[in-house]
């Protein structure tokens, strides 16, 4: 039995609460949130102790993970206690919207042998990772071309928006790490951003909708889409092209009913709504592979250096997105 | 070259007319059609001369082969006229609705070594013929049921019904004969019918909706349904499963257009209207098949036999409508 | 919450102890297995006692529901213990082998007002269940036609067999509820069977693939095909089609990945492969149905009746399996 | 009816060949072709006359439009003889390789009222023409991005390689020609290339693989990518997202059938070889559309400017490979 807390419990760390609550391996012993009515909500639903703070958790001996999914800029201070506690993390992405700052907490952590484990979620998507397994068993060949379509159903509150980091290092990070985690290192990157979704997002000085390419290391390239609209739900799908072939991951769907009728044929449901439906079996895997590795001491993956090059690629697009130009990975 | 000549000029004749003048190696020298006004559209459209009488046909000597696209009662006169001027046939289905005539017609006629082939569309389909070549082939081992699904888009006109023979012997023969393509010998037939289309239909005497089972002598079951109705197109699939697997032909539509809105998703077009589009390369297969078989001397099929089986299946499916019964092809 | 007993700790069992354990209303408060070590497994997995006897589970006033997953013939005697006790009942199908020992049993229980609810687990799949809904709603106008199309991937052994009842009782009883689910009463039954996937089957009297044809009062028409062979997985497909089209629920895979190669193009995942993969969210759905009804009081559905009438299909069908005619349900 | 010759009797002009020949509305009349055995091929195929030479087409008063369907380098000087005899012009793309000498021949012409169609086939695909025609019709609301993927089954020859202008001017100049048929005039282009396929390609100072963004002054977004290499066949497939949804234009085959086995489901037949498969219909559609716009005078589109455009954007894609950097299009 793993001991875990939970500290943060919006939307996501009620996820994941939930899922170390069911875990046969885990108990789910504490739960922490600045705001206290969340804690409390989740703490009457798990039937879980919250904690009177940060410290109660980090100095418990029975705490071996703790699971962050706070507001990013606490991040890194959270990461920090947390790894100089001597508790494995489970953080949600990104480490922070500045990557100076991810690196200086590397840098100051590093010595301490951390386990750090990124909330890079989409890895554990079982269509994902079975695409990336059949890829890499060489099932089309060597890889030479990945496209990535990633569109949300509808933009987050303007209040969100504000916080995000902007697109690119708020959803955009996601495909990074996708393309990462299929096609390796990345050597050069394109982006172009647009307003086509809501003028509020303009007025933010953010975009809504953004194309992306990407050469990597190995020579394959990349194309990424995005775009904070999406009428029929939560595309998230990929396609990875080799010598011999194709590996698609097509959308997913409550049910598998078709409609025929005079006006069209086959016509199948929208798609999952967004993230909590779609990868709800991604955010178990996740937690299943948190406590596994923490209770067997195994490699936590993604980790720490994942989180920093992910960031790292959104901001070399930024960069691409002002200066008009391919931007080298250095 | 082979010289052919078309007579009758309605709806299905016109196809074949217009596949005869379109083949490299056939030539279209006479159409006739006991309504003028049909061989002369046709003429005006192709180009080619109408005969004044059947026997300016058989008489002629450049003609090799006659298509017969007349309504079902000439079939068996002009059968045996085509056949004892030494002419190849293709004629249209059924040969006859009353299956003693039919069989009559084969005694008179067998001396002669007929040449005749019947127009069972449905065989030269390219998905079909594929689905039967890929299963003889093995691709799913022995065969043990066969589902045939055959829906019209809508009833025809109330004075086609009236001389159509009723729905087993008009339309569930072409599924009837599709049995025999893909299974061979028919062992049993059990059949329902029911009125749920048009009530006009019913005041016929005849049904507008049918299940058939079968029992092929092989052993394998099978499974047909007929409707005289279907919203999304004509619906015409086959599903064969074997020991080690299925084919399925699906629908086939004019474009691969899907659409996605916050309604349905993956929506393609209504399936292909009716036989003239869905069969299209069909009839010209099946007309360059006769146009073959007419030039090198070989086998033509389906041939009279499989007009008589078909038939005689549709006569024993009636038969168990009325007595409720399994029926014994014997 | 509700206290519920699982009876039976077999394949079937233990899903209905685990799904009992998650649900947040209700309580696992006992299990029961005459194989004690059957139990005992169950036991240690939830960490739930064992009950000494059904007696103990019987007379707990703690517990409100008992779930029946025990061998086939002591359904009736466990049924009428726990009626008797006034305990609400879920209890796998089929009720009994005997329809003369099932209806027997309705008519001593009857009168205690008795809140049986039977294991029909299909009704509860989120698909089958949404086309049903789109049915009723009139998505595709008045039902004309049903296909049912279910196939095992596989004999079970063959002492399963020697208890099954056949393949009537054992395995299209789940498709006859389905049809009675979507197309009401059924008037007319006609079956044929075969032997093709293992001759031993056959020599246990049994036949391991059959096709029905059955007329609903309603006069829509429907088709069921059952094999106890399915190389690519377990195949459970309904096609539901009415005036104004059709709706159809496809299978389902654990993945979305599809392979393109130079073979083949959009090659998916085998389906799911058997019950427990495919109806797991249909068990969960199904016993939360029963322990809302046992909490809230409402209506048990489906219910005894059904199991009976679903047992009555079954049982007519055999008759026109051997008698070689359409049997009228009276 | 409208008198046509067909200049070049290779691989394309054959087809423009016997499509004119089928055409109800048209006569070919002389075939020309420098390689003298070519055009007796298509001669004795289908029974027209060769030319003795280009003059003899140029000056024959019964001969409305001319088929260039030669060499590239002779685009030029064949358009600017035929406008200046008063021809209309249906030649393949592109006008010329080199962008300079394409706009002086429009300088030469643009007096005369020229009527030149540009062999931009694809615009004539039914499934792509729907799919643009639902987007103009507003099926999915305003547009936003599009998705263009084009791979071609394998590398040409090295001969065909060396005088295609590259893969830019060669295979992409279409999905540019694409590209502003779907979203109108393009603003900005940045184009990644790699040698993945074939280091003989390299050799030539060529790339075998592109990814392409674009930004349209409407302000949509477009992706292209390519690759002259696809084991499944020829991919040609169109994603165009809007504020509404989704347009989609799938691949296409030649049957409609499935396989599911033990290994995989659902599994589809390659898709079509190559274009003289996959624009089949298209390149028909295209000589329909030329025919019509000579026989009634209506405008030839896409004319001139669309193929300077195209090439235009070619260019562009490469200033932005050699760059590293997002080209304006001024």
Request: with cysteine; net charge negative; hydrophobic share 45%.
């Amino acid at each position: 039995m793993v001991g875990i807390a939970v500290v943060g419990c919006g939307r996501i760390g009620r996820i994941h609460a939930r899922n170390v609550a069911d875990h046969p391996d885990a108990r789910l012993l504490l739960l922490f949130d600045a705001m206290t009515e969340a804690a409390q909500r989740s703490s009457a639903e798990l039937g879980v102790k919250v904690a009177s703070s940060i410290d109660e958790i980090l100095s418990s001996a029975e705490i071996a993970g703790v699971v962050i999914a706070t507001p990013t800029e606490t991040h890194v201070p959270l990461i920090k206690a947390a790894v100089s506690a001597g508790k494995a993390v489970l953080c949600e992405k990104p480490i922070d919207l500045d990557l100076d700052r991810a690196r200086a907490c590397w840098n100051e952590i590093a010595g301490a042998r951390p386990r750090v484990m990124l909330g890079f979620n989409r890895r554990f998507d079982p269509s994902f990772r079975a695409l990336r397994e059949r890829l890499h068993r060489g099932e089309v060949g060597g890889l030479e071309l990945v496209v990535i379509t990633s569109r949300d159903p509808a933009p987050p509150s303007r209040n969100y928006l504000r916080h995000s980091g902007g697109l690119l290092r708020d959803m955009t990070i996601h495909d990074l790490d996708m393309a990462r985690y299929l096609a390796g290192e990345i050597a050069q990157v394109h982006a172009f951003g647009a307003n086509l979704v809501d003028p509020e997002i303009a007025k933010l000085g953010d975009i809504d909708t953004c194309t992306l390419s990407l050469r990597a290391k190995s020579g394959a390239l990349l194309q990424i889409s995005n775009s904070r609209r999406c009428a029929y739900g939560y595309d998230q799908r990929i396609e990875a092209f080799g010598a011999d072939g194709m590996l698609q991951a097509a959308n997913q769907r409550a049910t598998s009913v078709e409609l025929w009728t005079s006006e069209q044929t086959a016509a199948r449901d929208p798609v999952l709504h967004f993230f909590l439906e779609r990868y709800a079996q991604a955010y178990r895997s996740e937690l299943a592979a948190f406590i596994r590795g923490v209770q067997e001491g195994g490699v936590l993956t993604p980790d720490f250096t994942d989180g920093v090059e992910a960031l790292r690629l959104a901001v070399a697009a930024e960069e691409s997105l002002r200066g008009g130009r391919t931007v080298d990975i250095l």
